[in-house]
């Protein structure tokens, strides 16, 4: 067995266990594995492990590695960094999942680009945690007003909120924010019940608080090699 292979059994055993600690059921929660600064390589080992969702947050990575491994079937691309309103008609063309849906002006593109390809994607509104307006993402006291212009894209599918926690504090302070601003969400929108939060080094405590998207990339890629 590779160590590859053996990082990523560990994560999917420890997802499982957390999961069974907060009473939850494991399949609610989807691994997504943030396959950034790795070559397409370790996308088909990991697939073969039988992974089938993958992160980047560049487009200019992302959309070379979708090409060179689009014979492998039932691939999920996210895309799950800060999306330049130029890169949207490049980044639909390989992910139809934006966890970064955080200003009108990319609403605007995205609604452009969907009605010319005449297409559905889906994506979760990213929160702002902090308190730097400069930083991507909609203060939790803005998502409503944010939410209601989102929902208004055409074959957009707002699947819930999006949230990265703060480094220097403890995460579970994050985490409640980002649970209640799902609850919140879905009093506008009822569907909208995902939550995209959690990284490989607090995707335990993320799960706790309701994450049914966790985006690990270190714990399960090992050190980046690009």
Do not use: C
Request: proline share 4%; hydrophobic share 40%; net charge negative.
């Amino acid at each position: 067995m590779s160590e590859l292979a053996e990082r990523y059994g560990a994560i999917v055993a420890a997802i499982a266990e957390r999961a069974s600690q907060a009473s939850r059921d494991a399949a609610e929660i989807q691994l997504i594995v943030v396959s950034k600064n790795h070559g397409p390589e370790l996308v088909r080992e990991l697939h073969s492990l039988g992974q089938r969702d993958f992160g980047e947050n560049r487009d200019q990575e992302a959309k070379p590695k979708a090409e060179q491994t689009q014979d492998l079937p039932d691939v999920n691309w996210h895309f799950v960094g800060q999306l330049q309103s130029n890169k949207v008609r490049s980044a639909l063309s390989y992910s139809r999942i934006i966890h970064s849906i955080d200003r009108p002006s990319l609403l605007s593109s995205i609604q452009k680009e969907l009605v010319l390809q005449n297409s559905l994607a889906s994506g979760f509104i990213q929160l702002n945690l902090t308190d730097d307006p400069g930083r991507g993402g909609v203060q939790p006291k803005d998502l409503l007003e944010f939410a209601e212009k989102a929902v208004e894209v055409s074959n957009l599918e707002i699947l819930g909120v999006m949230g990265v926690a703060a480094l220097d504090r403890d995460p579970r302070i994050d985490f409640e924010t980002i649970a209640a601003a799902s609850q919140s969400l879905r009093g506008l929108i009822p569907s909208a019940k995902s939550i995209s939060a959690g990284m490989s080094h607090d995707f335990k405590e993320a799960i706790d608080f309701g994450a049914t998207h966790l985006r690990i990339g270190t714990v399960i890629t090992g050190k980046r090699n690009l």
